[in-house]
């Protein structure tokens, strides 16, 4: 490596990150204006509304910017769009990983999928999601303000979860997401989580707009459908390793691709997602440098730190060490930030 390169591992986000803050972001940040006419066309052949008209709408609405069929693509792009403009004299990306729908996009970033059939598979996916909307999610931390790791209250309310799954409601961990727990369920085991816990830090527990239950088994029928209309044929061995949501490594040169398919429109859609491990896994196996997160958004970033002061990597105990360790030398990139963008395009 030459002096001064540093070692990365790439973090894709997945959805609630295209904002308010991100309209208009392919407009400014994504350079392959061919790439995406091709998605535009995609898009249009299935009667939606492409991506630039999306992006490029005078206002951002809520109804229409945060519904699956149009989050998921926006999302996907930006983040691909992000991908691409690491530079590889600066950076060496060592693996990628994403949270929940980002591991669609993790695989169109290692090679995995084409970044059409990535297109293809978050597309389908977000639109089965949107179009099945069954059930929903809510978010709810088990940290405090200070992230000292506290393994009791996080089984304190897994304990909870777990007593009101078996009351006839349905509500399950949908995403281990650093400090947060991201729960999925019916409508009944929401709004019994939302009566047993107390309102923390002025606006938790939050229900996700336009969330469906995702990683839990009440999308089965998605994942059925999702298997039907994408085939095993669109994915490849990737280029780069991957990290799944389990923490399992998916390697060049030694991928089972119809396994990778089987995991990604099965078990991805219907078990819990662990970001946390995933992210504690990328430390330990690969121990870059830098964690870059792409855009959009940058909400993401708190997630990772959470989860490398959870698996106590590098001597992060709570958020002060992390914060004083960011000044000193970063460890974390949120490219959505135009500042630490800079560092790594």
């Known amino acids: 490596m030459s002096k001064g390169k540093q070692t990365a591992v790439v973090i894709c986000p997945g ?18 204006k061919a790439l995406l006419a091709r998605f535009d066309r995609m898009r249009s052949a299935q009667g939606q509304e492409s991506l630039t008209a999306l ?10 910017h945060t519904r699956g069929d149009n989050a998921s693509a926006l999302i996907y792009a930006a983040t691909l769009g992000d991908f691409r403009t690491i530079n590889p004299e600066k950076i060496d990306v060592v693996a990628v990983t994403g949270n929940s729908m980002g591991w669609y996009s993790a695989l169109a970033c290692a090679g995995a999928l084409s970044a059409e059939g990535g297109f293809e598979v978050v597309n389908t996916m977000g639109t089965l999601m949107q179009d099945n909307m069954i059930g929903g999610q809510l978010v709810y931390p088990f940290l405090n303000a200070d992230w000292h790791p506290d393994p009791a209250r996080k089984a304190e309310l897994l304990a909870l979860v777990d007593q009101i799954n078996g009351t006839g409601a349905t509500l399950t961990l949908s995403i281990d997401l650093g400090g947060m727990l991201v729960l999925a369920g019916d409508e009944a085991g929401l709004a019994a989580f939302e009566k047993a816990v107390p309102v923390v830090q002025d606006r938790f527990p939050l229900r996700l707009a336009n969330h469906a239950g995702f990683h839990s088994h009440l999308q089965t029928p998605v994942a059925v459908q999702g298997r039907a209309q994408l085939g095993a044929d669109l994915f490849q061995q990737p280029s780069l390793p ?70 106590n990597w590098d001597g992060l105990s709570d958020k002060a060490s992390f914060q004083n360790r960011q000044r000193e030398e970063p460890l974390l990139v949120s490219m959505g930030m135009d500042d630490q963008r800079a560092l790594v395009t």
């Open 15 to 32: 959805r609630g990150t295209y904002n308010k803050p991100e309209l208009g972001v392919l407009g400014r940040q994504f350079s392959d």
């Open 55 to 64: 992006d490029g709408a005078e206002r951002y609405l809520v109804a229409k």
């Open 242 to 311: 991957m990290i799944d949501g389990r923490g399992q490594i998916w390697w060049p040169g030694a991928c089972d691709t119809n396994a990778l398919w089987e995991y990604t429109l099965g078990h991805q859609v219907t078990e819990t997602y662990n970001f946390t491990h995933a992210i504690a896994q990328a430390a330990r196996e690969f121990a870059p440098d830098l964690f870059i997160v792409t855009g959009p958004g940058t909400t993401l970033g708190g997630a990772v730190a959470q989860s490398l002061i959870l698996s």
